[in-house]
């Protein structure tokens, strides 16, 4: 079994239930498990690959819990760019309606790899568009070739505007259809195994999107198959008065009336959550997928992390689709959370290491991982290293692990999952990526034209 060592690095944080931070550190993994963590001087002094991080800080691999891949195809889609969020979707709709089975695979490989540069190693995507042949498949196997560890969701989308929903009836799919293929995705590429690399999800898309019906079946289906459930919910003031006008409940109870909350629930924003839905989360170990930029893109508000945290809620990170942040930069998300908390609170309502949690051992817990988001023993070996003598970090030596958090986003020097480099010396080392970004951009064009 191929072993690797990991030496010298400046700083190097665990994020374990301590939160070590460790001068001089480094870690021993074997099979991409890691076995030791600790002073480079006592580390195994061989291994078959080793990685030599002098001048830089590790972290664990950041972990994204929200994200629509295929939108990097429509960043900046002008008439959308001012829109909030039910106008932007109804911008997006019918573009979204021509992407191919190759716009997803593409889009995947780009969106992942951007990723990974910022130093997540683990993402989430939530697909509940499938136009034109689109299977799930089609990014699981781009995440593969990427080498990041992926959690597909099969979203849907059942609800059309004819009888009320907001996408247009030609998105719609059949929903003995969406959970027949749902139990096809999980069949065939779930993996429940620790240290696994896909999983999969049951991801209706949203209550204005899908029916009662097909809610509760989706969460009858996930928990028979024993899988995650997620979709958005009370992501703006108007996805809150939909609900009330439709359901006569807020989005909370909403939720829990159908069988949404539970260990096995994340969902997307959650802008929204007054304080009995955030007890309520809390009390049924509901997570929550927060995600700054895109809250912040679409005017949907601030969502109360910090009151989230404190009551107990399970809170993870999300770059959300690139049409709404038009970036995928986790470190930065990190950045965005701690700020915007201040905003809401004080000076002192999140810091830079509670950012940073939230980026790792956060997520964790809100995909239901106990292998990833620490280095410890047992877990999974997947880190990111950022060089301090970057010209974003100058400055930064009193506190090198908050200034991945304070000072511009970094790109990482680093990205290892499962003892695998993704990211090499700043640049994405498994797959070339000058075709992929050449195709992504005469696809994008197509978009463009009408002619894709």
Not at 15 to 27: K, N, S
Not at 412 to 440: E, K, L, N
Request: aromatic share 4%; glycine share 10%; proline share 5%.
């Amino acid at each position: 079994m191929p072993t690797l060592l990991v030496r010298n690095a400046a700083l190097l944080a665990t994020m374990d239930d301590a939160g070590t931070e460790i001068r001089d550190g480094g870690l021993f993994a074997r099979d991409g498990v890691i076995e030791a963590v600790g002073p480079t001087a006592q580390l195994p002094g061989h291994a078959d690959a080793i990685i030599d991080l002098t001048g830089h800080v590790v972290i664990p691999g950041l972990i994204n819990t929200h994200h629509h891949l295929f939108q990097n195809l429509t960043r900046v889609v002008p008439a959308a760019q001012d829109a909030a969020l039910f106008g932007w979707l109804r911008t997006l709709y019918p573009i979204w309606a021509r992407l191919t089975p190759e716009c997803i695979r593409v889009s995947t490989l780009v969106g992942l790899a951007e990723l990974a540069l910022s130093g997540c190693t683990t993402s989430s995507d939530h697909l509940y568009l499938f136009p034109n042949g689109i299977r799930l498949d089609d990014e699981i196997e781009a995440a593969r070739d990427i080498g990041m560890r992926f959690h597909a969701t099969r979203g849907a989308m059942s609800i059309g505007v004819s009888a009320g929903g907001l996408p247009p009836d030609s998105l719609i799919e059949r929903e003995d259809a969406i959970l027949a293929d749902c139990r096809r995705v999980i069949e065939a590429h779930h993996d429940a195994r620790p240290h696994a690399m896909t999983r999969i999800a049951v991801a209706p898309c949203s209550p204005f999107s899908v029916s009662r019906g097909l809610m509760r079946d989706c969460a009858a289906l996930a928990r028979g198959y024993g899988v995650g459930l997620h979709t958005h919910l009370a992501e703006n003031a108007e996805d809150v008065a939909y609900a009330q006008a439709s359901f006569g409940m807020r989005p909370g109870a909403y939720a829990q009336s159908l069988g949404w909350t539970g260990p096995d629930v994340w969902h997307a924003h959650c802008v929204c959550l007054d304080h009995d839905e955030i007890d309520l989360f809390a009390a049924t170990g509901t997570g929550v997928a927060h995600c700054p930029t895109s809250n912040m893109r679409l005017a949907s508000g601030i969502a109360p992390v910090r009151r989230m945290l404190d009551a107990g809620v399970k809170v993870g990170l999300g770059v959300d689709g690139s049409a709404s942040n038009d970036a995928a930069h986790l470190l930065s998300e990190a950045r965005q959370a701690m700020l915007l908390q201040r905003v809401m609170g004080s000076a002192a309502t999140m810091t830079a290491r509670e950012a940073l949690r939230l980026a790792t051992r956060g997520g964790a817990a809100v995909l239901g991982r106990s292998d990833i988001g620490q280095l410890a023993p047992g877990m999974a070996a997947d880190f990111a290293a950022f060089d301090l003598s970057a010209l974003q970090l100058a400055g930064g030596a009193w506190d090198p692990l908050a200034a991945l958090v304070f000072c511009a986003p970094l790109a990482a020097s680093y990205t290892v999952v499962q003892g695998r480099c993704v990211v090499r010396q700043g640049g994405i080392a498994t797959v070339d990526m000058a075709p992929v970004i050449a195709r992504h951009g005469h696809l994008v064009r197509g978009l463009i034209n009408g002619t894709v």
